[in-house]
């Protein structure tokens, strides 16, 4: 691992488990699919100028790569054990029987927000260009194996 | 104004209707309440901690401090001009018809949550807990005159 952030470690050691203990199966699925939205909402105006679908605004996506560092870690308590049912979602159950290959995708999501913020500082417009794509990798490859069609 | 973050100032600059120039009113809606939910998810803990519900646990109780900072001023966009209405919602129209005031409690929400992550890395139980009231304040302010019952 690249990179470990006090948040993933805190959730490693059972923020995790603390979280889910004050909240039903419903309610970690509809705050994962919150976390997502929010993620999303960012995520998407970025994708726009990186396609040149939008103008390039270095300061705008700056201050969403900020919010995207700063979510990512946000979607592992999403993920609690006990949140594979309860209520519709889009997360495949194969996510609870490979939590160590589902965790590494999440860490990959959490290194690679971090390294778009962190370049975004720089205002280097290609290689924020080049890590978004990196960004986007992780998701995909997430989704790919463990989010529905 | 005590504080003016990068984020608050580049949101009254016209991200916010950027940003809306993107999504139809529900898409607005269902944004906000989803960083109304993430808001949610973080304060429970901490608000069973100050109430001596929940064992004190300073570390996890800053970790979800620096998330509402992060939170905080996510939730201007989800007010944008036209999305009054489009899906249900407990959002008042008084908030679109008095934007000067409804600016002056969201700036209220981002300053109170970004003096709590400020005084939770000093580890101050008695402070935080201090702060955290005022940031409660803030939200209950707020909700009072603007949320639906």
Same mark, same amino acid.
């Given at each position: ?15 995790c ?50 919010? &995207? ?6 979607i ?15 997360a ?42 990196? &960004? ?14």
């Amino acid at each position: 691992m690249k990179f470990a952030p006090a948040a993933v470690i805190a959730f490693a050691a059972g923020i995790c488990a603390n979280a889910f203990a004050q909240h039903k199966p419903e309610a970690v699925i509809h705050y994962r699919q919150s976390a997502m939205t929010l993620i999303g909402w960012n995520f998407g105006p970025m994708s726009a100028m990186v396609k040149g679908k939008h103008e390039w605004d270095a300061k705008d996506f700056a201050l969403r790569a900020e919010r &995207l560092a700063a979510l990512a870690p946000q979607i592992e308590e999403g993920f609690a054990k006990g949140s594979d049912k309860g209520a519709e979602t889009d997360a495949k159950p194969e996510i609870w029987k490979n939590p160590e290959d589902f965790q590494a995708k999440v860490n990959d999501l959490v290194n690679e927000s971090k390294a778009l913020s962190d370049v975004a500082r720089s205002g280097d417009e290609a290689k924020m260009k080049e890590q978004f794509k990196k &960004l986007a990798g992780a998701c995909g490859s997430c989704h790919d194996k463990y989010k529905a069609d």
